[in-house]
């Protein structure tokens, strides 16, 4: 006999085994967009970035530019992450190691992670390697001395650098905002609540409050709430922000994805700079917020990566380079896999 105590366990536990199957279930079906040639191109991709990490665990922009970039660090880390590899076990839990290890080494009292590329702009690499701390937290149920405090003390700086926009700019203490650098930071806080940080509600409403006042209905969401353009890429990476702000609207849902879908590689509508920036974003929301529509998404992502896939193991983005880009079209292929936890619906 079941005692009531065991009963009421299982019956708060039944929500999470239901959330588990339906995420393996999305994973089975996702198997066949994630094609042969898919895995051996990101395999080869991932050992590129393996033979491209310099000896302090970092990695520069490309191969022409070694000079270690935090941001980078992160991103090539997490592509390391989205393949199932982590810091205890894996072929690269090694690189892990060591990418780990120099992104604590470059955080700064003030909890920021920074280095002298980034000291221009260093929200964004911030956000990076705080996402990245957490996946790498969270993926490898680390309860050390190591991860977990330079993950809070980053967050800790995330949430004391918004300001009373509701958002955040390029530098801790900016008193205007945008939304390319807000969505950074809304990623970066979704993964570190999933790896158990406490992240204050006030927080989270008045981002959600600044990303909503970049709405422009059905053009799409702009750079800053009272000025610039919109773009694939802020679209996107507003509604996946919203998406992990649980923030639920059927209508502003619909108007980014149609606006979304106008540009290439599924629409017609050019992308001029920012390439791999853009495909990340859009095609996160649409994984994020789709279910029949992101399989034809996916595939036209898939296909338009593949076509730029270079035979000897890497991608190339000419606006920053073959590293940045590689680490991004894996990050970008392996949604499909669903095995970073802040790929999850």
């Known amino acids: 006999m079941i005692s009531e105590m065991s009963a009421r366990i299982i019956l708060k536990l039944l929500p999470l085994l239901f959330a588990v199957l339906l995420s393996w279930q999305d994973k089975k079906s996702d198997s066949?967009?994630?094609t042969d040639d898919v895995k051996n191109s990101v395999l080869k991709g991932l050992e590129f970035l393996s033979k491209n990490q310099n000896s302090n665990g970092s990695w520069g922009t490309g191969r022409d530019s070694k000079e270690d970039h935090v941001g980078v660090t992160a991103l090539a880390g997490i592509a390391f992450l989205s393949y199932g590899n982590t810091p205890l076990e894996?072929?690269?839990s090694d690189d892990l190691q060591r990418a780990i290890n120099y992104t604590i080494t470059k955080q700064t009292e003030s909890g920021l992670i920074s280095c002298s590329r980034t000291l221009s702009a260093p929200m964004y690499s911030h956000?990076?390697?705080t996402l990245f701390l957490a996946e790498a937290s969270g993926m490898s149920n680390d309860g050390s001395t190591k991860?977990?405090?330079?993950l809070k003390k980053a967050v800790r700086l995330i949430v004391h650098a918004q300001?009373?926009?509701g958002g955040w700019r390029y530098t801790p203490g900016a008193t205007d905002a945008d939304l390319s650098?807000?969505?950074c930071q809304i990623i970066a806080l979704k993964a570190a609540e999933m790896a158990g940080i406490k992240i204050p509600d006030s927080t989270l409403e008045r981002a959600t409050k600044y990303i909503l006042s970049c709405d422009q209905k059905t053009n799409g969401f702009r750079y800053q709430h009272d000025w610039g353009h919109a773009s694939m890429a802020?679209?996107?990476g507003a509604l996946s922000a919203l998406s992990f702000l649980s923030f639920k609207n059927p209508n502003i849902v619909e108007n980014?994805?149609?606006y979304l879908k106008q540009y290439e590689p599924f629409g017609k509508k050019r992308l001029y700079g920012h390439f791999s920036y853009s495909l990340f974003w859009a095609t996160l929301s649409v994984n994020l917020t789709s279910d029949s529509f992101w399989k034809e998404y996916y595939s036209s992502i898939k296909k338009s990566l593949m076509s730029r896939y270079n035979e000897e193991g890497f991608w190339d983005d000419k606006s920053v380079g073959d590293i940045y880009g590689t680490a991004m079209a894996i990050n970008i292929l392996n949604m499909a896999l669903h095995y970073l936890p802040v790929y999850l619906k």
């Open 32 to 34: 066949e967009l994630y």
């Open 90 to 92: 894996g072929k690269y």
């Open 127 to 129: 956000a990076f390697a």
């Open 147 to 150: 991860i977990k405090p330079a």
């Open 163 to 165: 300001n009373s926009t």
């Open 181 to 183: 650098v807000t969505i």
């Open 234 to 236: 802020l679209t996107g």
């Open 256 to 258: 980014a994805k149609e």
